[in-house]
Structure formats: structure tokens, C-alpha cells
């Protein structure tokens, strides 16, 4: 099993950037691909980015390409989301969680462990 603790939300202006962390216990970080998500009020869980377990490999939302960066470093078991641009409704609940798959997955049910959440919100 894995336990998932994010970090590093809270206020900022549109157009600055913030850094999420997700720290990971265990010794077996490395085996999962892991994912960011966000749930802003009223709305479902969705699809952030997404990396694979080595680093490799990336994959992002529309709404969050080329303005968002997943990165992870398995030697300090945490996986990292940078937001530049910022936009008022990226203003959310993000949350990283882990999967056993590899593949490029972006369902929430496709991830077994998921952390607390931590505010983000933009103004505007």
C-alpha cells in the first residue's frame, strides 16, 4: 500500500504559478504511475495529468496543456504538479493518487490510493 500526503496549496493570482507536492510513504513509489485530479464545488473529480513510473512518460488534460507540468522524483518519493498561467477555475480541490496501471489512465476508478486533497484557489 502506498499513503499519499499533498502540499503547497492555497491563494494565488491568475497568471502566477504555484508547485503541488505529493508525498508518498512506502518503498514501492517506483511501481506506481501516478496522477493529479482536481474537484472544484459542485462539479465531479477530473482528470489532471498523469505520469508513468519511471518519468517517461506524461500526459495531460486540454484544459491544463502547456500551461501545467507533472514531474516525480522516486528517490524522494513525490510527485510534483507546477501550474504557470494560473486561470480563476483551475480554483479547485487537487488531489494525486496512485496507480498500479502503467497505461495512459484518467478515470479516477483506475487509481487505488489517493491523498487528502489540497486547496487550490485563484483570483481572479
Known amino acids: 500500500q502506498v499513503q499519499l500526503v499533498e502540499s503547497g496549496g492555497g491563494l494565488v493570482q491568475a497568471g502566477g504559478s504555484l508547485r503541488l507536492s505529493c508525498a508518498a510513504s512506502?518503498?514501492?513509489?517506483?511501481?506506481?504511475?501516478m496522477g493529479w485530479f482536481r474537484q472544484a464545488p459542485g462539479k465531479e473529480r477530473e482528470f489532471v495529468a498523469r505520469i508513468s513510473r519511471s518519468g517517461g512518460n506524461t500526459y495531460y488534460a486540454d484544459s491544463v496543456k502547456g500551461r501545467f507540468t507533472i514531474s516525480r522524483d522516486n528517490a524522494k518519493n513525490t510527485v510534483y504538479l507546477q501550474m504557470n498561467s494560473r486561470k480563476p477555475e483551475d480554483t479547485a480541490v487537487y488531489y494525486c493518487?496512485?496507480?498500479?496501471?502503467?497505461?495512459?489512465?484518467?478515470?479516477?476508478?483506475?487509481?487505488?490510493?489517493w491523498g487528502q486533497g489540497t486547496q487550490v484557489t485563484v483570483s481572479s
Open positions: 512506502g518503498r514501492t513509489f517506483s511501481s506506481y504511475a
Open positions: 493518487a496512485a496507480t498500479v496501471s502503467d497505461g495512459t489512465v484518467v478515470k479516477p476508478l483506475a487509481y487505488n490510493y
